[in-house]
């Protein structure tokens, strides 16, 4: 059983940046794709970016595309999301989750596991 657990959100000025983490444990991190989704209050949960399981493929969403960065760290069995100018229609729950391949993946049914979720609040 894999478990996830993501920290770093907060609250933000307009402009500024935070960076979330999500630290897996119990099956080989190394082997599986990664990917980043939002939920703002009363919609649905949205792709956000993805990465493969080495960390040489990415994809994004275009909402975010030039602004979010997501990177790796197998060794630390981490993935990352780097948020700069951020915007306040980037506030939402933000959940990392875990790709059933080796590919990254921006369809929510090929996700195996997802973190709780931390909250993401951009203000004006």
């Known amino acids: 059983q894999v478990q996830l657990v993501e920290s770093g959100g907060g609250l933000v000025q307009a402009g500024g940046s935070l960076r979330l983490s999500c630290a897996a444990s119990?099956?080989?991190?190394?082997?599986?794709?990664m990917g980043w989704f939002r939920q703002a209050p009363g919609k649905e949960r949205v792709f956000v970016c993805t990465i493969n399981y080495s960390g040489t493929s990415t994809y994004y969403a275009d909402s975010v595309k030039g602004r979010f960065t997501i990177s790796r760290d197998n060794a630390k069995n981490t993935v990352y999301l780097q948020m700069n100018s951020l915007k306040p229609e980037d506030t939402a729950v933000y959940y990392c989750g875990t790709v059933r391949y080796r590919s990254g993946s921006t369809v929510p049914n090929d996700y195996e596991h997802w973190g709780q979720g931390t909250q993401v609040t951009v203000s004006s």
């Open positions: 119990g099956r080989t991190f190394s082997s599986y794709g």
